[in-house]
């Protein structure tokens, strides 16, 4: 299993971002995905997720300026981030559970600054 995030960088506040997950080594399409994020200092906390159907969800606080999606044909999986605020900086990483097991991408920085 491998999943390989991108997308992250510099945005100021009030910007958007697009993040994009490569996954490979497992059928995809029969697993929901997920992105999290650890900002420094805080705990990994769950961002949104996507299942095989479809069926989206997001951390409260996000719901309304996020979006998941995904694309089983291409193995992707991306995170739409709008209206971004200083609080949503931090590493995002694309995440699965496959058997018993996280897998767990290397990570993306988000800076939010201006």
């Known amino acids: 299993v491998q999943l390989v995030e991108s997308g992250g960088g510099l945005v100021q506040p009030g910007g958007s971002l697009r993040l994009s997950c490569a996954a490979s080594?497992?059928?995809?399409?029969?697993?929901?995905m997920n992105w999290y994020r650890q900002a420094p200092g805080k705990e990994r906390e769950l961002v949104a997720g996507?299942?095989?159907?479809?069926?989206?969800y997001y951390a409260a606080p996000l719901k309304g300026r996020f979006n998941i999606s995904r694309d089983n044909a291409k193995k992707m999986v991306y995170l739409q981030m709008n209206s971004l605020k200083p609080d949503d900086m931090a590493v995002y990483y694309c995440?699965?559970?496959?058997?018993?097991?996280?897998?767990w991408g290397k990570g993306t920085l988000v800076t939010v600054s201006s």
């Open positions: 995440n699965t559970y496959i058997v018993g097991m996280n897998y």
């Open positions: 080594g497992f059928t995809f399409s029969n697993y929901a």
């Open positions: 996507i299942t095989t159907v479809g069926s989206t």
